[in-house]
């Protein structure tokens, strides 16, 4: 692909979101000129289900990051990510071996959900180690305890923001559980499938109202406070039951 020419296409994605991606590819393009490997689509923009909660997640790997082009894309960045939420990640191409381990999680699930949008497709072959997997899904899930727990508190039982903090959280745990179906060698392709088929395994009372109200934050439907807080405490105990189910995978 030159610069100036159309990015790929059938990425199945709202005009406006389409439109200002393909602005921020060209703009990439002319700022980093031949330091672009590669530009990758990932998460839910990726397969073409993007919700209102959604970000556009944008993976490029260059060969160098100078200041001078990272000056030069400024502009084209900072209105894709006031746009459409664009939201990307900057790898340099030696680091994406180690990267891969240090985030072996995120780069799984990316594996899984992804479409080239210039470039090289480097996933074809990059695949974390299963020592790598397990040790950062324990970081991911201790993480999100964390946070689950000091949002709560944060914003109290009537916090207006703990929908939101749902539909953020959801994204990592669903990538835990897409993880945990790869060690296990489950033929699982999608987070959310992942996320249903394990809540059974952990049994985890009401998981099906859980995956319900996860969904309906996701897509940005109002829930009352009663269900708001009760879906909070059940993703805590589905991320403390799932820390302790992946101690037990060998």
């Known amino acids: 692909m030159k610069v100036g020419e159309k990015m790929e296409t059938n990425l199945e994605l709202p005009a406006y979101v389409e439109s200002s991606l393909q602005l921020f590819t060209q703009s990439i393009q002319e700022a980093f000129g031949k330091s672009l490997i590669s530009v990758m689509l990932f998460g839910s923009a990726a397969e073409g289900r993007l919700r209102q909660t959604s970000d556009v997640n944008v993976l490029v790997v260059l060969r160098d990051f100078q200041k001078e082009k990272a000056d030069g894309l400024h502009g084209a960045y900072a209105m894709a990510h006031s746009a459409v939420r664009l939201n990307v990640m900057f790898l340099l191409e030696g680091e994406l071996s180690l990267d891969s381990e240090a985030f072996a999680v995120k780069f799984s699930d990316i594996g899984v959900r992804h479409k080239v949008v210039f470039g090289e497709d480097l996933f074809t072959n990059l695949r974390p180690s299963r020592e790598g997997v397990k040790r950062r899904l324990k970081q991911v899930l201790a993480n999100l305890i964390l946070r689950l727990r000091e949002r709560y508190v944060l914003e109290g039982p009537a916090g207006k ?57 996701r897509e940005g439907t109002a829930l009352d406070a009663p269900e708001t807080v009760k879906t909070i405490f059940s993703i805590l105990e589905i991320a403390e039951k799932m820390a302790g189910y992946v101690e037990k995978i060998k």
């Open 161 to 217: 923001k703990l929908a939101s903090v749902i539909a953020e959280i959801s994204g990592p745990l669903r990538a835990c559980a897409l993880s945990i179906a790869q060690l296990e060698g489950r033929k699982t392709i999608h987070p959310k499938e992942a996320l249903a088929e394990i809540l059974p395994i952990l049994k985890t009372p009401g998981y099906e109202e859980t995956l319900k109200r996860i969904s309906e934050a």
